[in-house]
Every structure is written in structure tokens, then in C-alpha cells.
């Protein structure tokens, strides 16, 4: 799977991918490397790898 950078959301065609919600990770980890989201009651654990990767663990 391929990253999409918020520059080609404003590229034509890209009107489907502009009305997905967007978040930045970094945001989201509120600066650090991890962060928790509930989905359900579940709880999975979001990391940034120090590469810049994502990894959602359940």
C-alpha cells in the first residue's frame, strides 16, 4: 500500500480521496510515537516506527 501525500488529494480526479476524512499520525500521538483508538470496545495501539511508518496493533 502506497502513502498518499496531502498535495494529490488537490490533484484533478482526486475528488473521491479529498472526501475522506484525513488525520495526521503525528497529531493523533499528539507529538510522541504512539497512540490508543477504541474501535467497538476494542482497543488497538497506533506506533510510529522510527523509519516514519505505521503500525496498528490490536
Do not use: C, W
Not at 490508543?36 to 505505521?54: N, P, V
Amino acid at each position: 500500500m502506497t502513502a498518499i501525500r496531502p498535495a494529490e488529494f488537490q490533484q484533478p480526479g482526486a475528488s473521491v480521496l479529498a472526501r475522506i476524512p484525513q488525520h495526521d499520525a503525528t497529531a493523533l500521538t499528539k507529538g510522541g510515537n504512539q497512540a490508543l483508538i477504541i474501535l467497538d470496545e476494542q482497543i488497538y495501539q497506533l506506533r510510529i516506527t522510527r523509519a516514519g511508518k505505521l503500525i496498528l496493533t490490536k
